[in-house]
């Protein structure tokens, strides 16, 4: 199995549309998480970490479900923009980060 | 600061050649990490260094994979004899202790043919 699974998609929605991703962890003792993004042919940017307690950055919002072991992310008035691909992204230790492979969202005008 | 710089961004090689990709980490950081990306395998953490010393290295796929980082400011991945299925795109990343975001270069994309 591996540490860090997510649904590769692709996720195509209208503009405007909310979406949400799902990404699920194989170590309990995992200490920090974060989404980050990555544009066709880039390398990957942190989108934004992911808190206990949920976090929200305009119009994204992160939780964590740490009795599940599961993230979450939820994208509302999807843009043009915001296509690309979401890498969940799990520390095992402090500093080893484990990326997931990735759900590509392709947003539709 | 210019971020983390990787070289070359592209390389060519034929199967059985050494290549050697470089990477200079933003200055201050003492994590560096080299990844590997493919469609199927996704982005994999190959080892990380910290202070200079390789901390797990459990992702190196095999012997023929070497890296080193002699000093704070740069490290290289070393891949002898080369491979058609090590084509991929490498990444290196680095942060600093009390980050939390890991810096990426914009990668080397690796074709041995």
């Known amino acids: 199995r591996k540490e860090v699974e997510q649904d590769p998609g692709p996720f195509n929605v209208p503009e405007g549309a909310t979406v949400a991703f799902n990404c699920t962890y194989s170590?309990?003792?995992?200490?920090?998480f974060f989404w980050y993004r990555q544009d066709c042919r880039k390398e990957p940017k942190l989108l934004m970490s992911?808190?206990?307690s949920g976090n929200e950055d305009g119009r994204f919002t992160a939780q964590l479900n740490r009795a599940s072991q599961y993230i979450s992310l939820l994208i509302r008035d999807s843009k043009l923009s915001d296509s690309a691909t979401y890498l969940c992204v799990v520390t095992s230790g402090t500093y080893k980060y484990i990326f997931g492979t990735g759900t590509r969202l392709k947003v539709l005008a | 600061d210019a971020g983390v710089i990787q070289s070359p961004r592209h390389e060519v090689t034929e199967m059985g050649q050494e290549v050697t990709l470089r990477c200079k980490p933003i200055?201050?950081?003492?994590?560096l990490f080299w990844y590997r990306q493919t469609m199927m395998r996704g982005l994999e953490l190959l080892i990380y260094f910290n202070n200079n010393v390789p901390i797990d290295d459990s992702g190196m796929p095999e012997d023929r994979f070497s890296a080193k980082m002699p000093n704070a400011s740069f490290s290289t991945l070393k891949i002898q004899p080369s491979e058609p299925r090590d084509s991929a795109v490498y990444f290196c990343?680095?942060?600093?202790?009390?980050?939390?975001?890991?810096?990426f270069g914009q990668g080397t994309r690796l074709t041995v043919v």
């Open positions: 992911v808190y206990s």
């Open positions: 200055s201050g950081h003492d994590y």
């Open positions: 170590n309990s003792a995992s200490q920090s």
């Open positions: 990343a680095s942060t600093g202790t009390g980050n939390t975001e890991a810096f």
